[in-house]
């Protein structure tokens, strides 16, 4: 039985759609933030076994020399190559799926699980709501580019190695259209943290 003094929202969406947006704007609402791509790099930190693991997968080139991994040169391997993200995945999300289950289950109130990989990893079991954020392909290409200096190229990758915005779209409880003003997507936040307060409040 859930707990009912939490509400776990999974915050989900693929890259560059605005998902850290929202998650900033419910943290400043009160919500605690569980960010699975911070505690997946403290996966890849040398004393852990994950950091063992994902070495002996994919060799010592994506190591920088004080031997701690070297995500872009990691990160041109498994995006560059599906079998490799996947390989990589099942390492690292176990891990993941771990440490915010342990968060989760200390934590009242509302606490927002930000995953890009909500579903593939299984964090999704955790929440009582889905929620996806969105925007254009036009929007994700150039935001992107502008907060990573990829080429055109490279970020197309990176977009291309996700499931479609659909598929998160169908699986979702709620979603959020990030494609106007940042005033836009504040107000259907505020509309959605106003009607989750009044659930926790009964």
Same mark, same amino acid.
């Given at each position: 039985m859930k707990d009912r003094s939490r509400f776990v929202i999974g915050l989900t969406g693929n890259i560059a759609c605005g998902k850290s947006t929202v998650s900033g704007? @419910?943290?400043?609402?009160? $919500?605690? =933030?569980?960010?699975?791509? @911070?505690?997946?790099?403290? $996966?890849? =930190?040398?004393?852990t076994s994950t950091y063992q693991r994902v070495v002996q997968e994919f060799g010592?080139?994506?190591?920088?020399?004080?031997?701690?991994?070297?995500r872009a040169a990691l990160g041109r391997i498994v995006f560059a190559d599906p079998d490799a993200l996947r390989r990589l995945e099942r390492i690292v999300h176990p891990y993941v799926v771990e440490r915010i289950s342990h968060e989760v289950s200390g934590s009242p109130?509302?606490?927002?699980?930000d995953a890009i990989k909500l579903f593939e990893s299984g964090l999704d079991s955790l929440c009582d709501e889905v929620w996806?954020?969105?925007?254009?392909?036009?929007?994700q290409l150039e935001r992107l580019r502008a907060r990573s200096g990829l080429t055109r190229e490279e970020a197309l990758r990176r977009i291309n190695a996700q499931p479609p915005q659909g598929e998160k779209v169908r699986r979702a409880d709620v979603v959020i259209d990030n494609s106007g003003s940042v005033e836009d997507t504040r107000q259907q936040v505020l509309a959605?943290?106003?009607?989750?307060?009044?659930?926790?409040a009964t």
């Open positions: 704007m @419910l943290a400043e609402l009160g $919500a605690r =933030v569980l960010d699975a791509d @911070l505690i997946a790099h403290e $996966a890849l =930190v040398p004393s010592s080139d994506i190591l920088r020399t004080d031997l701690s991994v070297d109130g509302v606490v927002v699980i996806v954020v969105t925007c254009t392909p036009e929007q959605q943290w106003e009607r989750i307060a009044e659930r926790l």
